[in-house]
């Protein structure tokens, strides 16, 4: 699980893993959204939010302009 103050490193990945949480650069307005992304087929991705109070979005693997993986996740440790 995520919190809001994570710092998520990622790295390109033009074919992640089914279920994987990626960055997704959309091409429409180069909007950019934190998901799992899941193939639907040969050419659809259902991107799941993390955030369960967010619906899923259905897109055409063309609809992506860039996608990276996350690989670590930066957390501050609360002291005291």
């Known amino acids: 699980a995520y919190s809001e103050s994570d710092i998520v490193i ?4 033009p074919e ?5 949480d990626c ?6 307005n ?4 934190f998901r799992r992304v899941y193939r639907e087929g040969a050419t659809i991705v259902r ?3 993390v955030n369960s109070r967010h619906p899923p979005r259905i897109v055409d693997r063309a609809d992506i302009a860039r996608l990276w993986v996350a690989v670590r996740i930066v957390r501050e440790i609360a002291v005291g």
């Open 10 to 13: 990622s790295e390109p990945a």
């Open 16 to 20: 992640p893993a089914d279920g994987a």
């Open 23 to 28: 960055i997704v650069r959309l091409v429409e």
């Open 30 to 33: 180069g909007a950019t959204t």
């Open 47 to 49: 991107l799941q939010p």
